[in-house]
């Protein structure tokens, strides 16, 4: 019987587990206990004081008792409508991925192949023009999505930037029944199991089941699980971290922008932004703070389960982190065992595996597609051979526009089109059922569906209002 469960790591990842758990296992007598590890939070990697979150993180929140507006207080949140992708298609280039829906079929014809059909007709046209986030963004306005699926705002998504170490406090302070240790995790015996932990005073602690919450150091889950390194498909490996003050009120997005040797990832606080400088050591020597993407082998092993950095580490192009703690913590209580080395282990490590590797291909594909010639790190990029799954798409996808998607994919096929399509990787042809459709008509459908999301986001409020 799993009764006593052990977190270990009491930032964003240990507070989020705790608040879930309490709040899953309500009335079943289990008991729930923390330990902190010493040193700043990398519970979602090292990749500065700011962490953005994917569309539908407030359904978190809202489940576990917190309230949004209140949290976006203190936390100096900001919302995002989606990322802003500069110089990876090219130097001087820049990109929207816009959260939510972009443009709208025609019949069975998907938007982006009536989009290759206008442009075969030799006119330009922009996927993110016809995404009301990304026009929103642009124009620093901001609105909750509507649940009328008749209101162009419906097609709206948006997530949360928030600062890392208050929302941590906000998430313990909400996991009234935690038993918090005072003292922070000195060394553990493990023989194939976790058998106990020891605090810094001393204080011995046994548990049924042990969440490792610790980052990427991983003190239980390394000596159960080795790593299995993803740095030869994401090379960058050193991070510099920065807190920056800012002025004004904070852009309604994220920015990745792409540098010679690396690219620097910009989380827009009120008051400030959460900068990360990210590089490759095997091109430059910009010093700072080692890391590697990767995984660990087993993210369950026997009565240990490893969430956050310590299970797996993606670099963070887009913003994965929490949404996998999220999803690790949602399928620990769907599997939840009597017995820790039950065969619930398998399941939720075969779902979780997917999880991280889909969003591994991802960001895999901002380097493979990538645009900018005679810088070495992106040469090699370019011309390294990528995961079978993700090649096929990327064949895929050149021939005719399809995009075949996987299980456990995180990003949808709308954000795999944005992707593609506005790093260059344009298909041969396009769906013949586009042919099927008038010029005229065509011309009629971009233009008026252009200008109902304008006069849309010229409704909505703008972003400082939304903050307050």
């Known amino acids: ?14 507070w989020m587990s705790a608040l879930a758990l309490l709040r899953g296992l309500d009335g079943s007598g289990r008991n729930i ?38 949290m976006m207080r203190a936390a100096r949140g900001s919302f995002t409508l989606g990322a802003a992708i500069a110089g990876w298609a090219g130097e001087g280039v820049t990109w929207f991925l816009p959260y939510g829906e972009t443009g709208a079929p025609m019949g069975p014809v998907a938007f982006h192949q009536l989009a290759a059909r206008y442009r075969a007709t030799g006119q330009p046209l922009r996927l993110a023009d016809f995404s009301l986030a990304a026009i929103a ?5 901001f609105a909750r999505p509507s649940n009328d699926p008749r209101s162009p705002l419906s097609t ?10 208050s929302f941590a406090r906000l998430l313990q302070s909400a996991a009234k029944g935690v038993t918090h240790h005072a003292a ?41 699980s080795p790593f299995e390194s993803w740095k030869h498909w994401l090379p960058c490996d050193r991070v510099i971290e920065s807190a920056n003050p800012a002025e004004g009120v904070p852009p309604s997005y994220t920015v990745a922008a792409a540098h010679a040797s690396g690219w620097r990832r910009t989380v827009p606080l009120v008051g400030g932004q959460g900068d990360a400088i990210l590089s490759s050591s095997a091109h430059a020597d910009l010093g700072g703070v080692a890391f590697e993407s ?62 991280a590797e889909r969003a591994r291909d991802f960001v895999i594909a901002h380097y493979k597609t990538n645009g900018r010639f005679g810088e070495p790190l992106w040469d090699a990029a370019r011309a390294m051979a990528v995961p079978e799954q993700l090649q096929y798409k990327l064949d895929l996808f050149a021939s005719r526009g399809r ?40 011309t009629q459908h971009f233009a008026r569906l252009r200008q109902i999301l304008i006069e849309t986001a010229k409704t909505m409020p703008s972003h400082a209002e939304a903050l307050r």
């Not at 009764?3 to 990842?13: H, L, P, Q, T, W």
């Not at 506005?422 to 008509?441: C, F, H, K, S, V």
């Open 294 to 355: 990767g995984r660990r082998a087993s993210f369950w092993t026997a009565n240990c389960i490893a969430l956050g950095a310590a299970a797996s580490l993606v670099d963070p192009v887009h913003p994965v982190g929490l949404h996998l703690v999220r999803s690790g913590l949602r399928r620990l209580l769907m599997l939840f065992p009597n017995a820790a080395a039950g065969p619930e282990a398998a399941e939720y490590n075969r779902i979780l595996h997917g999880e």
């Open 1 to 14: 019987m799993v009764r006593d469960i052990v977190i270990v790591g009491g930032g964003v990842a240990g």
């Open 184 to 224: 922070p995790f000195r060394s553990a015996k493990i023989s194939d199991r976790v058998e106990s932990i020891t605090l810094e005073n001393g204080a011995e602690i046994t548990g049924d089941l042990f969440l490792d919450c610790s980052g990427a150091q991983a003190v239980l889950a390394s000596a159960l």
């Open 33 to 70: 206990a923390l330990v902190d590890v010493a040193g700043p939070d990398a519970s979602i990697g090292p990749f500065g004081p700011a962490e953005s979150t994917l569309p539908g993180f407030a359904r978190f929140l809202i489940d576990h008792g917190l309230d949004e507006a209140a």
């Open 137 to 141: 963004a642009q124009a620093d306005r």
């Open 403 to 442: 995009v075949p998607m996987y299980d456990e994919e995180i990003f949808d096929r709308p954000d795999w089109v944005s992707l593609l399509d506005e790093q260059g990787l344009r298909p041969r042809r396009y769906d013949a059922l586009a042919d099927t459709i008038p010029e005229p008509a065509l």
């Open 156 to 165: 709206l998504d948006y997530g949360l930037n928030l600062d890392k170490a």
